[in-house]
């Protein structure tokens, strides 16, 4: 046999892509009864499993069968990180090798899930590690799914608690991976998944107008976090290449959109950068924006400095005087401090790093 031919392995669905109809459809053909479908169903989705080999109550020749007509791409855990405030860091590998990180960020009242939709990202926001870093192709969303069963397995062995949110604000741009995203959180919040309430999901987004009207035009249930992070356009140009396209007026106008169709909760994410956007100036324009948009919150997020970026973080008293001007305003405005600095797990510093 030519050694080209003898190489080519057949092609095999991934399980996890097939609807339970299908499912029972490939039992039929092997003249199994339609329940083995269900069965299987509550591994892959329920009960979580991460192989065929750990379907226990199915027969080793049926498991082999299962084998030999699909395969089985699960996300595992590569490395893991410990922070002394708590904050867990998990690298995730794909089958075929990439790498992705997912942050676990306990508080005294939450455990909350910050995963990646992509590896890499395409953006090149200039004061994110992760802009920094080649997009190499979109998350499934069985990978998503497994960032979370792997984030809340990681909760429970930790702190004996499961994960009470998740915040899609990891790696990549979720709305340029928009329907493996959606799916993902409808097997997350489905009874027969992980049965989570979308109110405890935020999708944060730098910004795609068209998206953000497509994600209420969808009716979604999760609530929404817009990267601001600049309050005019010059400057958000120079911070976020997408601004450029999609600018700060189609953003209010598309978050406007999303919330009317919705009503769902709406956050402004704001970073602040030394002497870029923490003036008073910066503050009336921020106020005037958030005048335009129904969000129930400001985010003012504290900066954290990344190699390759020529940002600082401002003085402790400088963002306290930035929070002042907002709640003059009346603005419902969160100074949000960083978690996990010491493993490069905070805002912006997810990077696939070696530990």
Not at 24 to 29: D, N
Not at 98 to 104: I, R, S, T, Y
Not at 220 to 231: G, N, T
Request: net charge positive.
């Amino acid at each position: 046999m030519n050694a080209a031919v003898a190489g080519i392995k057949k092609t095999v669905k991934n399980i996890r892509h097939l609807s339970l109809e299908e499912l029972e459809t490939f039992f039929a053909t092997l003249g199994e009864k339609k329940f083995r479908a269900k069965q299987v169903w509550e591994w892959i989705w329920t009960k979580q499993a991460h192989s065929f080999a750990d379907m226990t109550n199915l027969s080793k020749e049926l498991r082999q069968k299962l084998g030999d007509n699909f395969s089985f791409p699960a996300l595992t855990v590569d490395a893991t990180q410990y922070s002394a405030d708590g904050t867990i860091k998990s690298r995730f590998i794909t089958h075929e090798g990439h790498l992705c990180e997912g942050v676990l960020i306990p508080t005294d009242t939450r455990y909350t899930a910050c995963v990646s939709s992509q590896i890499g990202c395409s953006l090149s926001c200039k004061f994110c590690a992760t802009g920094y870093i080649e997009r190499k192709r979109n998350l499934d969303f069985d990978e998503i799914y497994d960032e979370v069963v792997l984030l809340n397995q990681q909760t429970e062995r930790v702190y004996g608690k499961k994960l009470s949110n998740i915040v899609f604000m990891g790696m990549g741009e979720p709305l340029l991976n928009y329907k493996n995203v959606l799916k993902a959180i409808e097997r997350i919040t489905a009874e027969d998944g992980l049965a989570m309430s979308p109110r405890r999901i935020t999708v944060s987004t730098a910004g795609v107008a068209k998206m953000i009207r497509q994600l209420g035009d969808d009716k979604v249930r999760f609530k929404l976090a817009l990267s601001l992070h600049a309050p005019n356009d010059v400057k958000r140009n120079e911070i976020m290449p997408i601004n450029e396209t999609n600018n700060l007026k189609a953003l209010i106008d598309a978050l406007n959109h999303f919330y009317k169709q919705t009503k769902n909760e709406i956050t402004l994410e704001y970073i602040l950068f030394n002497n870029f956007n923490d003036s008073e100036k910066d503050a009336q324009e921020l106020i005037k924006i958030y005048r335009q948009v129904p969000a129930d919150l400001v985010n003012i997020i504290e900066y954290n400095p990344i190699d390759f970026a020529k940002f600082e973080k401002p003085s402790d008293e400088r963002m306290e005087q930035f929070m002042g001007y907002l709640a003059k305003a009346k603005v419902n405005a969160h100074l949000r401090r960083s978690r996990g600095k010491d493993i490069d797990a905070a805002c912006g510093q997810l990077a696939n790093k070696d530990n």
